[in-house]
């Protein structure tokens, strides 16, 4: 965080960017829900699923930046926690991908 | 000017000694403060944690043949008596949170603007917030155990047509093998238990952080830098709801 002392101005605007990024979050939530409730029942899980990923990552998004402020920081430390973070959604594709070979096996492999 | 100089005095207090040797480092290179960076990587390291608890879910729930289905599993609200609300009550509950986070949010602004009544205000509705979220989530587990729904026991088995049927443990008995798959509850109440244990510890922290305030430390201190770094782990909270959300109740 800078040092310096903030301007009425500069104050203001970051309020209302908190605001801005609650009214985003509602709104993909209530999408999410609303999809999860209307659509769900008529739409395979291989195309509802990658949608609410999607969604709730882009809520992550806006949390980890303007919640957690992450936006304004030097960008080698957001690197510092971005890769990290970058492999491990590899190893949950990796896994899932396995998963899914297990039910083949299991069960449709006859 | 008393308080520019007490800011001054506890920067060079936090920094490691150096020797100015032209080297730089002597200089902080990611801009940020001790304290913060090592909240950031605790909180990365607890995104592992929880990152393994959810590659076990997903890996077992695909390994499944059937699972059961989360719209038929959690659509109790309280006060509803057997109305059926598929989401209803878990949305809400996403919502509180959402809200609590944005409360802390505000209340590190107002850390910023050294205005000590603004911090407690919205310290206190971001912990009114966690503790709605906590009261909901006993409430829901104790309506899952009510139907018979225990770590290693599983209620909601596949039906007709791979409906998501529940056995009804009071007038049916109890067999011996879970009627549904065993891993839906252990990973329900493991997981679900470990982000709730999460808020409980953050509800704590932000309880002393409020009465800190109210007792002026951070005003002494000449700044709200502990509100920034409780307000950090919070959201982090917020967060892995957010993937919890996904993984239990949407998908």
Redesign the interface.
């Known amino acids: ?1 800078s ?1 310096h002392q ?1 301007t009425e101005e500069e ?1 203001k605007a ?2 209302a960017g ?2 801005k990024v ?1 009214v985003i ?2 709104i993909v ?2 999408v ?2 609303a999809a ?2 209307i659509l ?2 008529h739409l395979p ?1 291989w195309i ?2 990658p949608f ?2 999607i969604a ?1 990552i882009a ?2 998004f806006f ?2 930046g ?3 402020h992450l936006k304004y ?2 960008r ?2 957001m690197l ?2 971005g890769l ?2 970058f492999f ?1 959604l590899w ?2 594709i990796a ?2 991908v ?3 070979y ?2 083949k096996l ?2 449709l492999i006859k | 000017m008393a308080e520019v100089l007490e800011i001054k005095e506890h920067h060079t207090v936090h920094q490691l000694p150096t020797a100015d040797n032209g080297e730089g480092g002597e200089k902080s290179p990611m801009n940020i403060s001790y304290g913060k960076t090592m909240m950031w990587y605790f909180l990365l390291s607890d995104a592992f944690t929880f990152s393994a608890f959810l590659i076990a879910y997903a890996c077992l729930r695909l390994g499944h043949k059937w699972w059961p289905n989360p719209n038929d599993v959690f659509n109790a609200m309280p006060f509803m008596g057997h109305h059926k609300i598929p989401m209803g009550f878990v949305s809400i509950m996403t919502f509180i949170l959402i809200m609590s986070s944005v409360f802390v949010v505000r209340a590190v602004q107002e850390g910023h603007r050294m205005n000590k009544k603004g911090v407690m205000y919205w310290m206190f509705w971001g912990i009114l917030g966690g503790a709605a979220f906590l009261g909901c989530q006993a409430w829901e587990w104790q309506h899952l155990l009510a139907e018979g729904m225990r770590p290693f026991y599983n209620v909601f088995y596949e039906g007709k047509d791979g409906l998501t049927t529940l056995w009804n443990v009071h007038e049916q008995g109890k067999p011996l093998f879970s009627p549904g798959p065993v891993a839906f509850g252990a990973l329900f109440f493991g997981i679900t238990g470990f982000h709730g244990f999460h808020v409980f510890t953050g509800v704590c922290l932000n309880i002393w952080g409020f009465f800190a305030t109210a007792n002026g430390t951070f005003e002494k201190r000449g700044h709200y830098e502990m509100i920034e770094k409780l307000g950090l782990y919070w959201h982090f909270v917020d967060l892995v709801w957010v993937f919890v959300f996904l993984a239990f109740y949407l998908m």
């Open positions: 965080m040092d903030l104050y970051q309020v908190v605001w609650t979050l509602s939530t209530v999410e829900v999860a409730l769900g029942p899980k509802m699923n609410y990923a709730s809520k992550a949390i980890i303007e919640f957690m920081e030097k080698a430390f510092s926690l990290p973070l491990l190893a949950i896994f899932g396995e998963g899914n297990l039910h299991l069960y």
